[in-house]
């Protein structure tokens, strides 16, 4: 299977964070990190509550290059979002990733990031 990412248009739906964001493992048995292939940074995971348009919630992991400034709570903006089919042994899913995940609970609240 080609891994073609798959532009997601948020533009319509709620993110907010449910999980702090941590690195994704890539043995559970050793803690091996995960690593970006191109820039050899961690590579973090966050889980989010998405809301749509018809008050239909659901929880997504999305991945990240680098820690994301974000906390449980704290609404938040996926930039870059795209999603990837998989298959493994006659199961499939969708992964997602984003180029960054941005708090825009600071913004309402008129806190500034240094």
């Known amino acids: 299977m080609r891994n073609v990412p798959i532009p997601v248009d948020t533009a319509r739906l709620h993110f ?3 999980r702090a ?17 191109a820039s050899g940074q961690t590579l973090y995971e ?38 990837y089919v998989w298959e493994i042994s006659g199961r499939w899913g969708i992964s997602y990733r984003a180029a960054s995940l941005v708090s825009t ?6 806190d500034e990031f240094a």
Do not use: F, M
Not at 21 to 37: M, Q, V
Not at 51 to 71: A, M, Y
Not at 105 to 110: K, N, P, V
């Open 105 to 110: 609970s600071a913004d309402a609240r008129g």
């Open 16 to 18: 907010t964070c449910v």
């Open 46 to 83: 966050v889980t989010l509550s998405v809301e749509d348009q018809s008050d239909r919630i659901e929880l997504v992991k999305i991945g990240t290059v680098g820690e994301p400034l974000i906390s449980p709570g704290d609404e938040v903006k996926p930039v870059g979002l795209v999603g």
């Open 21 to 37: 964001p941590r690195p994704r493992l890539l043995n559970k048995e050793t803690g091996e990190i995960k690593t970006d292939k």
